[in-house]
């Protein structure tokens, strides 16, 4: 293990995976929160949108939306010291906006009165940004308010990622529109009261028959209950928009050699610049090693080849077993070169960390092939 892979874990509050889909993010931070609770550390793992193996692997029924620890017994079976404790969670990005309602109003009244109204639907679900920042939102309480040392933040896959971070940012974006800023001024004698007290013009009389029932009261009853929590919800969300930001949360761009990807993380990395988000280094995963001399090989083949049942076969048919071998070994050589490649091109980036992980064969199926990823973690 580098010593950079530590520090990164014992020197920050909030890790972020990213990266396109399929090149191992999930198994990445899972990865990464199984060394953190190694080394002692209070961590939580959050995703997005687990594969059941990641569940089975932790030792969990299944993945939740409430916190679940993984359970000490997971890592003695593995003979790991799990001198900390490791938990898992389930975003859940689905979220209505009760979430939200239920946490900000200022007491369970209004919160009810909200919940039940039937313009709150239409409502949440029309301000941009709601639904994302809510599990966003989740994520700062555990950071700030869970008492962890770390928390590793599974994201969807790039295409949909920018829209998951950019959630605080336009729902803070919606807050000081000129509607909101109307709504959070009314204070019950704005203008939405006083067109609901001319409830006998012909208008609103059109309205009410339009709608099957007494609109403009209605509506300005939610807005009037709605806009008591406008206020915490800006606050909390420059608090989100500060955390993506501070010193102590970093972004690590997942990858694999494969150039699409590579684009790819590349141009998430000039996003995080856009937006003043940290970049904490690449994670290149599946990277072929060097094998040493395939003229050391070819000797090494001879050797055993002398020795094994092939020895009283024919000259040719060594001659061909061992051919096939060396091209093999070849061709690892000449991937193993590419992937060298795409690391020099990383690097031309500023300040770029890149954390190499060797290729691995087989499916991750337990806590101790998490353990052994992070392990081969090479700085």
Known sequence: MSP???GLLAHNRLLITAGSGGVGKTTMAAALAVRAALQGHRVAVLTIDPARRLANALGLPAMSSRLQRVPPSVFHRAGLNDAGEMWAMMLDTKSTGDQMVQRFAPDAKTA???????????????????????????????????????????TPPAVNALNFLDAPERLLEGLESPPMQMLRNDGGGGLMTRLANRGKGLVLRGFNKLTGGPFLAELTEFLTVFGSILDAL??????VHALLRAPS?????????ARSNVDEALRFRRELATRGLTFGGFFLNRVHQALP?????????AAALAESPFRDDPLALRLDVAGALLAGLQAHNRLARMDRSVVERLALVDGATIFQIPLHTGEIRDIDGLAAVARSVTG
């Open 293 to 301: 001399s395939v003229t050391a090989k070819a000797e090494t083949i």
């Open 4 to 6: 950079p892979l530590d």
């Open 249 to 257: 949360t970093q972004f690590l761009l997942v990858t694999t050699p």
């Open 112 to 154: 009810g009165d909200i919940l039940k109204n039937r313009y709150y639907e239409y409502f949440s679900t029309s301000l941009a940004g709601t639904q994302e920042y809510m599990a966003v939102e989740q994520v700062r309480a555990l950071v700030l308010e869970g008492g962890f040392d770390l928390v590793v933040l599974d």
């Open 234 to 239: 800006k606050t909390a969300s420059e608090a």
